[in-house]
C-alpha cells in the first residue's frame, strides 16, 4: 500500500483517506491485537449474507494471521476508523508452493464504508504487493450474493474461471498481472 504517513498509535506507517462519511480512516498492516476484531467484522459481513464464519474451515487463516500471511511473503491489512475501530480487512496470501500464484482474502468493508472507493483502495494496494512480490496470478473465491464485490473485481480485470471453492464460495474469479 502507498504509505504517507507514521502512526500515532505506533506499529508502522499508515495511509491516511479522508472522507466525510467515513471521518478519518486508513489502512494499516494487521497487529495481533486486532485479531478479535477482525473476526468479528468477518462474521458481521458473512451474517449480512446469510453466510456464517467458520474457524475450523476456510475461516482457520485468521487464527494465525503471521503465519498463514507473511510468512511466504503476503500480507493482511485492516481498515481503522478514527475512534481505533477496525472496520474493513484486506488479505493477500501468497501461495508457498507456487509463489507465482496469490489469493485475495477476507475482503471485508463494514457498510458505511461501501462505496466511498475505500474497497478500490484495497485492492489496488493489495494487487500492487503482489506484483511487486512477483506474483503473476491472484484468484479469489466469493459467493453470488457479493454482487458489488464481484462487479468490483471484474472492472480491475478479474474473471471468472472455474474450479473447487470453499464450502461458502460459489464464484472464482482470476487475474493475470502480466
Known amino acids: 500500500m502507498t504509505i504517507r504517513r507514521p502512526d500515532p498509535r505506533g506499529g508502522g506507517e499508515v495511509d491516511p483517506v479522508r472522507d466525510p462519511l467515513a471521518s478519518a480512516v486508513w489502512i494499516r498492516p494487521f497487529r495481533d491485537e486486532d485479531a478479535p476484531a477482525v473476526r468479528a467484522i ?83 494496494g493489495a494487487l500492487d504487493h503482489a506484483r511487486r512480490a512477483g506474483c503473476r496470478v491472484v484468484d479469489l473465491e466469493t459467493n453470488r450474493e457479493m454482487k458489488a464485490a464481484i462487479a468490483l473485481y471484474e472492472r480491475h480485470g478479474f474473471r471468472r474461471v472455474g474450479g473447487e471453492t470453499c464450502d461458502r464460495c460459489d464464484v472464482k474469479l482470476a487475474l493475470d498481472l502480466e
Open 42 to 124: 468477518v462474521a458481521r459481513v458473512l451474517e449480512e449474507f446469510d453466510l456464517a464464519l467458520d474457524p475450523a474451515g476456510v475461516d482457520a487463516d485468521l487464527a494465525d494471521v503471521e503465519a498463514e500471511y507473511r510468512v511466504a511473503g503476503g500480507e493482511f491489512w485492516v481498515v481503522e476508523d478514527g475512534r481505533s475501530r477496525i472496520v474493513g480487512t484486506c488479505g493477500l496470501w501468497i501461495d508457498p508452493e507456487h509463489p507465482e500464484r496469490a489469493e485475495l482474502r477476507k475482503m471485508y468493508l463494514e457498510p458505511g464504508l461501501r462505496g466511498l472507493g475505500m474497497g478500490r483502495r484495497l485492492l489496488a
